[in-house]
């Protein structure tokens, strides 16, 4: 009789972000930039946010102010250009990434990794930050290494769905994850509310976790996907001359919100659960508009979110980091038996896996 595969566990998740919180910074900057009638708009928008703190890689300058303060990063008329920001990126990611399994070793004994899966969008730089942070911590040559690149806030979702099939298919394996998004380097001097509005979502973070075949954590059960028909051009990056230009559309959390609200698809997005089953939730904080949607669509508990609201108030939005530190307030929270990991991205696209504590 074949033995059955060893389970996949998330052993700990180490979490960072930068020093620099933006948030209220970048509201007055951009109210500054629309029209009054707009303005009117964007304020109530931005009370309905439930985003309290974005974090940046970039630097505070003279009297504390932001990268948008009149000797800030942002400051030139235009934008600092992609490769300004590139440099940025291959300099802070791999430091900010080293912060969060600084966080990881202090959970986790971090001796003989044998694999390396890291998962980031917001910049390239070759050597990979997979080759940069493998240095670092003076992985041996023959670590296995995977970078999983622009696939956006369900990025996560992949590179844990990677550890998994590589424990089950090596039970010794011991896997480093890592997700490190700065998206506060694509800053776009938008004039209008809706780009602005989605700006406004996103911040800096990294996470880091160990997976193994020992007991103990939470136990990555069978992942699962589904692209929407016709739902392509909801989220983009566009890579210009100026940044990496996202666009999140408005019709977004509709849309998610009619899937979900279609029992056939549900069952597609969330592995065949029922969701009246499922006792924990660790949904992408992508927007409040996007937890209220699938809250709505699933009919859950009010507080069924809590986790994914809170980190969207503390973080925003930091693209596919923010499912890690959902899943780090899961693993000290209350015991799961059936859980259900969800996020959506570029596609327009849902992907996820169940989960439970060991």
Do not use: K
């Amino acid at each position: 009789m074949t033995a059955s595969p060893p389970s996949a566990a998330i052993q700990a998740i180490g979490t960072a972000h930068p020093d620099h919180d933006i948030h209220d910074a970048f509201i007055g900057w951009a109210r500054r930039r629309v029209e009054p009638r707009a303005a009117r708009l964007f304020d109530r928008m931005v009370a309905r946010a439930g985003i309290n703190h974005r974090w940046s890689v970039l630097p505070a300058v003279a009297q504390g102010g932001s990268p948008v303060a009149p000797s800030g990063f942002y400051a030139a008329d235009p934008m600092p250009g992609t490769a300004a920001r590139m440099q940025v990126y291959a300099r802070s990611a791999p430091d900010l990434a080293l912060r969060a399994i600084a966080q990881l070793r202090e959970r986790a004994a971090l001796g003989r990794i044998t694999h390396l899966v890291v998962a980031s969008c917001t910049g390239f730089v070759a050597p990979g930050i997979d080759q940069i942070i493998a240095a670092e911590l003076g992985l041996a040559g023959d670590v296995e290494r995977l970078l999983v690149g622009f696939m956006g806030c369900y990025a996560a979702v992949a590179a844990l769905r990677s550890a998994r099939h590589i424990v089950r298919s090596d039970p010794g394996a011991r896997v480093l994850v890592v997700t490190v998004e700065l998206c506060t380097l694509h800053m776009q001097a938008d004039t209008v509310p809706e780009p602005l509005l989605a700006q406004l979502q996103f911040g800096d973070g990294a996470a880091a976790a160990l997976v193994t075949a020992d007991e103990g954590g939470l136990v990555i059960e069978r992942p699962f996907a589904i692209a929407l028909p016709d739902s392509e051009g909801l989220i983009r990056w566009t890579i210009t001359d100026q940044g990496f230009v996202m666009h999140l559309g408005g019709a977004v959390p509709g849309r998610i919100g009619a899937a979900l609200g279609d029992p056939a698809t549900a069952a597609a997005a969330l592995g065949g659960r029922d969701p009246a089953a499922v006792d924990g939730w660790a949904v992408h904080a992508g927007g409040r508009s996007i937890l209220d949607a699938v809250e709505g669509a699933l009919a859950l508990a009010p507080d069924a979110l809590a986790a994914s609201r809170g980190v969207l108030a503390d973080y925003g939005n930091m693209s596919s980091a923010t499912l890690m530190f959902v899943l780090h307030r899961m693993l000290a929270g209350p015991r799961v038996t059936d859980g259900v990991a969800l996020a959506f991205g570029p596609g327009l696209a849902a992907e996820g896996f169940g989960f439970r504590h060991a």
